[in-house]
Nanobody
Framework: QVQLVESGGGLVQAGGSLRLSCAASGRTFRTYTVGWFRQAPGKEREFVAALSWLGDSTYGPDSVKGRFTISRDNAANTVYLQMNSLKPEDTAVYYC???????????????WGQGTQVTVSS
């Protein structure tokens, strides 16, 4: 069982940056593939990025490529999502997710956090 707690969301102006964190419980976090998703009001949840337990990464929509970077610190049991050049359309609740092993291109996850709100003003 893994528990995930996101933090780092907030209100930022367009063009600004935020770094989201996802703290995980458990002693074997290094064997988990982790992902970030987001859900904007009235829209379906959208895959943003994933980082496998082996270190390969995958990014979702073209709109985040080059602006968002996923990383992890296994010693700290934490996953990060660095978001730069933020746009109003990035406004959403951001969720982290995890599953044991698996590649970064597999979108199925077993554990989810509660989410953190990111609001980008124009």
């Amino acid at each position: 069982q893994v528990q995930l707690v996101e933090s780092g969301g907030g209100l930022v102006q367009a063009g600004g940056s935020l770094r989201l964190s996802c703290a995980a419980s458990g002693r074997t976090f290094r064997t988990y593939t982790v992902g970030w998703f987001r859900q904007a009001p009235g829209k379906e949840r959208e895959f943003v990025a994933a980082l496998s337990w082996l270190g390969d990464s995958t990014y979702g929509p073209d709109s985040v490529k080059g602006r968002f970077t996923i990383s992890r610190d296994n010693a700290a049991n934490t996953v990060y999502l660095q978001m730069n050049s933020l746009k109003p359309e990035d406004t959403a609740v951001y969720y982290c997710a995890a599953r044991k092993f698996g590649g970064s291109d597999n979108r199925q996850y077993d554990y989810w956090g509660q989410g953190t709100q990111v609001t980008v003003s124009s």
